[in-house]
């Protein structure tokens, strides 16, 4: 199954931040059922992420959950139900120049890396409750944006 967004076109691969997999995790997040919702319409979609966002998720699910619920978390991700996707030097380098040339932004560095590996792995849809990722722009002439589920 291919999921189709509103506007019409379809997807096949998806990033996934910190953002939902927490609200995953936390069923007293206010995002858990809309992310469970979509997380259940993601059926045969390539899922990706990356290292980062896995540190991330797991001092956050840690932090607030619980280790047993971190560990469940990452036992989850090691069994495949993502491609975790490593941030590399030059990932970091383009990082750092997102964020110069966004400086009205608060991104982070989480935030500034998992752009720069989304344009590397040709990913243009993000499953994230992170209103970061419908402020970046990309592309040739700074324009392009990426699909946010849920919208």
């Given at each position: 199954m291919i999921v189709?967004?509103?506007?019409?076109?379809?997807?096949?691969?998806?990033?996934?931040?910190?953002?939902?997999?927490?609200?995953?995790?936390?069923?007293?997040?206010?995002?858990?059922r809309r992310a469970k919702d979509v997380y259940g319409g993601l059926n045969?979609?390539?899922?990706?992420?990356?290292?980062?966002?896995?540190?991330?998720?797991?001092f956050l699910i840690g932090s607030h959950l619980g280790r047993e619920k971190a560990i469940r978390f990452w036992d989850a991700l090691r069994m495949g139900i993502v491609d975790t996707v490593s941030v590399t030097a030059r990932d970091l380098d383009y990082a750092r120049e997102i964020i110069d040339r966004f400086s009205d932004q608060d991104f982070s560095l989480v935030d500034a890396s998992s752009f720069a590996v989304m344009e590397r792995e040709g990913v243009k849809t993000a499953f994230t409750f992170d209103s970061h990722f419908r402020i970046y722009r990309f592309g040739k002439d700074k324009r392009r944006h990426f699909d946010v589920i849920p919208q």
């Open positions: 189709t967004l509103q506007r019409g076109y379809r997807v096949n691969k998806v990033f996934v931040d910190t953002s939902a997999f927490y609200a995953l995790a936390d069923e007293s997040d206010r995002n858990h045969n979609v390539s899922l990706v992420t990356s290292d980062y966002v896995l540190l991330e998720c797991w």
